[in-house]
């Protein structure tokens, strides 16, 4: 399993394979860089795919989380990816990600734009606009942020007692996914199982509530002009709740978006239909 180190004591895992154009696809919420199994192999026919893991997730590096959690924030999370991108000879690269992945990557691009030649969003709204919009639905739908955003070691005790119940309810909820969809459970639950994974989940989540929407505010106003996707998975909480094009135009110029069958973990559900979503957004931006 390769690594780079990004900052003294960090780490990133990842995996690199095919050639062309570099693209790097992030995961999300609990997941790691295992949910790309299926969909790499079909991109990396037309491009250099990276795949990583987030600071806190899988094999990446878990440091303990400053008073602020600060170093788990979106921005900590994206210049990790692009350092990661740097060390590997990739200054320019489309970036695709899920959930967290999202958000970092959504971080990232504003953070360092010229780095960016497309931008990929799943299943997600800004955290502010979510923040924003919460309401009782979204807050029985979303549980899991205020839960893991208390503080420690409150959520950290309590999932560690049956980690596999905990982050296995989450992947059921969000879509009416079945186990049965998930061909990756046993890395995730490899992954979860450790103490230092738990803990670098709540951290994510702490920084979200008050780091995150720090930077989203000092960011209020600037807008994105790479070509932009966003894909949300059809049954999921975010088409339910929102428009997708009138939550993202005023921010992504350029923008396109799209429905992919399943709920919010629709690259686990439909990884086939996620990796032609992706072709096709993609291909005609190398041609």
């Known amino acids: 399993m390769p690594t780079a180190v990004v900052e003294d004591g960090i780490s990133i895992a990842y995996d690199e394979v095919g050639s062309g154009c570099p693209l790097l ?11 790309w199994t299926e969909v790499a192999p079909v991109l990396a026919e037309r491009f250099r795919v990276v795949t990583a893991d987030l600071r806190g997730y899988g094999a990446s590096s878990k440091p303990a989380a400053t008073a602020d959690a600060a170093n ?24 695709a990600g899920h959930d967290r992945g999202a958000r970092a990557a959504y971080r990232l691009a504003l953070d360092a734009p010229g780095r960016v030649a497309s931008l990929t969003l799943m299943d997600i709204v800004p955290t502010d606009h979510l923040v924003e919009a919460w309401n009782y639905d979204l807050s029985r739908a979303y549980f899991h942020w205020s839960f893991l955003a208390q503080p420690a070691p409150l959520p950290e005790h309590m999932i560690g007692a049956d980690p596999d119940h905990f ?40 920084a979200a509530v008050s780091a995150d929407l ?13 070509p932009a ?26 923008l396109d978006v799209g429905l ?28």
């Open 167 to 206: 982050f296995e309810a989450c992947l059921s909820g969000w879509g009416g996914a079945t186990q049965q969809a998930f061909a990756q459970i046993d890395a995730y639950r490899a992954a979860w199982r450790d103490p230092a994974a738990i803990a670098g989940m709540t951290n994510d989540y702490r």
């Open 25 to 35: 696809l992030l995961h999300g919420f609990p997941q790691t860089r295992a949910m």
């Open 229 to 254: 996707l966003v894909l949300w998975g059809a049954d999921g909480v975010m088409a339910r709740h929102f428009d997708a094009r009138q939550v993202w135009a005023p921010r992504l110029s350029n």
């Open 260 to 287: 992919v069958p399943g709920g919010h973990f629709f690259i686990d559900q439909s990884p086939g239909e996620t990796a032609e979503a992706l072709r096709r957004f993609l291909l005609p931006l190398d041609a």
């Open 72 to 95: 788990y924030s979106f921005r900590a999370m994206g210049a990790d990816m692009v350092r990661l991108m740097s060390s590997l000879g990739h200054e320019r690269f489309h970036l």
């Open 214 to 226: 720090e930077l989203d505010a000092a960011s209020m106003g600037q807008v994105l002009e790479c």
